[in-house]
């Protein structure tokens, strides 16, 4: 019966703490804009995550993008450039003008969540 | 023979998936040291995730195929149902086939590890209620008095449909449209699946054990329930060590650090194990699936040292996001997974394996063994190369070119363990197949 007691116990403490990280342990003040959505839908859809990290999550092909707007070494020009043409180790994915808006307004959404990080 | 039937066709599925993931790797590994390898026509987000997908394969494939054998040996009884296990397997054929398939013509969802189209999840939901189904009607566990095992594949049985369906909460707009949560959630999901896997792989390798040492105390131990309660614990609330740099609750992270020492007790265990093992060396009617479980255990030893070093914040804030990460990964599911399970397969036909397939076996194993020391070890100096690298300030095409000696050791190393693990693959597909042949 103790192990019994054990699992159910176990079991609560998960039940509860799951909880509490699906709401308050991952609560975000900044919103997702439209664009940004559309952009996330890209980033998914075209498997960037496969070469690319965003928090260290993702694959080494590619260098982390989670700053990539939002610091002087990448910006926005620089972002917009890659996925338009591609570069030496990415392909080109033909993106259009507005879909590259898009994935660029996701990683800036991104990127202003990280402000915790970079201060 | 014959009522294991279905159990060896699952693992003969299980080695096909290992083969052709270790081929999907290989390429994968050609396309880092040279980028413009397929760049265009079948680029790495093509090769990754078929790699990565069919690596799980082969853990699920092959350790439900144990499972299947040992069920009716513990139960006492044949397996409920026949007709459902060869319907589970036709369906997780089928899915494997599709989901490969999408891959190929670039259909993904873009999760990690989970990168199939959401809509394949469900035939996979449905081949794991089958095989579940199955399970708990052949076993009927009275958990109060079952041995650990059985509490373990149970678990893994439970975790594993409470993290498939975590897996896949961000088709949520509440959970999709906050990356915070986004990503906090997969990786709590994925965390906690590998330890669901982990306690289907942990019970069959129990199991194995009490029978290679024929000590039928060993599953009802305290000793053996105060582990599986640690190892449960850890995978309820380990996964946090993953999402230090996500800006989610300090709490999620205090968390993680306090349970991720933990191992520390587990680490301590494994060192005292191996002092007694070492002394009972030998002594043992299967001594080629014992060679597996010993290899298996040096890789849990230096596993555990890995994690527990990158769960300490200060560390993991250098290493996360590095190849180090991939080590451990690694180091994991081929050092620790797949040594139990091959040791687990070892067990089930050492008896029936002829001569000169044992000396391959043997040859492979520790030819594995050894490249995948190097393998580990060129991970683990790209990852502090490249957390050196990022630290100074480097460019990513410099850090990328700081790191590559170090991939080429893993690419070569790579070849090697693909060799030994063909030596091993190639020698039970011949074993198992002629066994279905002869019935």
């Not at chain 2, 040492?213 to 131990?221: E, L």
Request: charged share 10%; hydrophobic share 50%.
């Amino acid at each position: 019966m103790k192990k019994i007691a054990v699992i159910i116990s176990l079991l609560s403490f998960y039940a509860g703490y799951s909880s509490w990280v699906y709401t308050y342990g991952t609560s975000c003040s900044i919103a997702m804009t439209e664009e940004a959505k559309q952009g996330k839908l890209l980033w998914q859809i075209n498997n960037c995550q496969s070469c690319h990290q965003l928090y260290g999550l993702g694959g080494y092909m590619g260098p982390d993008l989670t700053l990539v707007t939002t610091t002087k070494r990448g910006g926005e020009k620089y972002t917009r450039g890659m996925l338009l043409n591609g570069g030496a180790r990415m392909p080109n994915f033909h993106f259009t003008g507005g879909e590259a808006d898009a994935i660029i307004a996701y990683l800036s959404y991104v990127g202003n969540t990280a402000i915790t990080i970079t201060k | 023979m014959r009522q294991h039937s279905i159990a060896y066709r699952f693992i003969l599925l299980g080695f096909a998936c290992l083969l052709l993931s270790v081929s999907f790797g290989l390429t994968a590994s050609l396309q880092y040291l040279f980028p413009h390898f397929l760049n265009e026509q079948f680029s790495f987000r093509n090769t990754r995730p078929i790699h990565v997908f069919l690596a799980v394969s082969w853990i699920f494939a092959c350790v439900i195929g144990i499972i299947y054998k040992y069920i009716p040996d513990v139960a006492g009884r044949a397996l409920y149902s026949g007709k459902l296990a060869r319907v589970h397997f036709a369906l997780q054929t089928l899915t494997i086939f599709i989901a490969v398939s999408g891959f190929c013509m670039g259909y993904f969802s873009g999760r990690e590890y989970l990168e199939f189209p959401p809509w394949v999840s469900s035939l996979i939901i449905v081949y794991w209620l089958l095989f579940a189904i199955n399970f708990l009607m052949t076993i009927r566990p009275k958990l109060a008095s079952a041995p650990v095992y059985i509490w373990s594949w149970c678990t893994g049985l439970l975790f594993f449909f409470i993290t498939i369906i975590e897996a896949h909460l961000w088709l949520l707009p509440y959970f999709n449209d906050n990356i915070i949560r986004d990503l906090t959630v997969q990786w709590k999901a994925n965390g906690s699946m590998v330890g669901a896997w982990n306690m289907l792989i942990y019970g069959t390798a129990m199991y194995a054990m009490e029978q290679i040492t024929g000590d039928k105390k060993m599953g009802h131990q305290k000793i053996s329930f105060a582990f599986y309660f640690l190892g449960l614990t850890n995978l309820m609330f380990n996964w946090g060590h993953h999402t230090y740099i996500v800006p989610a609750n300090p709490i999620v992270k205090q968390v993680a650090y306090i349970i991720s020492m933990t191992e520390l007790v587990l680490l301590a265990n494994i060192l005292w194990q191996w002092k007694i093992s070492y002394k009972k060396s030998g002594n043992t009617s299967y001594p080629l699936a014992y060679r597996f479980f010993k290899v298996a255990d040096t890789w849990i030893l230096l596993n555990l040292i890995l994690a527990i070093a990158i769960s300490v914040p200060y560390i993991n804030q250098y290493t996360h996001g590095t190849q180090i990460t991939v080590a451990h990964a690694m180091g994991a599911t081929i050092g620790i997974n797949t040594m139990l399970l091959l040791a687990s397969v070892t067990f089930i036909f050492e008896e029936q394996l002829h001569d000169a397939a044992k000396k391959s076996i043997g040859i492979g194993l520790t030819v594995m063994h050894y490249s995948l020391l190097i393998f580990w070890v060129s991970l683990l100096g790209a990852g502090i190369t490249r957390a050196i690298a990022l630290y100074e300030g480097n460019y990513f095409a410099q850090v990328s070119r700081k790191i590559m000696p170090y991939l080429v050791g893993f690419s070569a190393s790579g070849v090697v363990l693909v060799v030994g693990i063909c030596l091993i693959a190639f020698s039970f597909i011949k074993t198992i197949s002629e066994k279905q042949l002869e019935d």
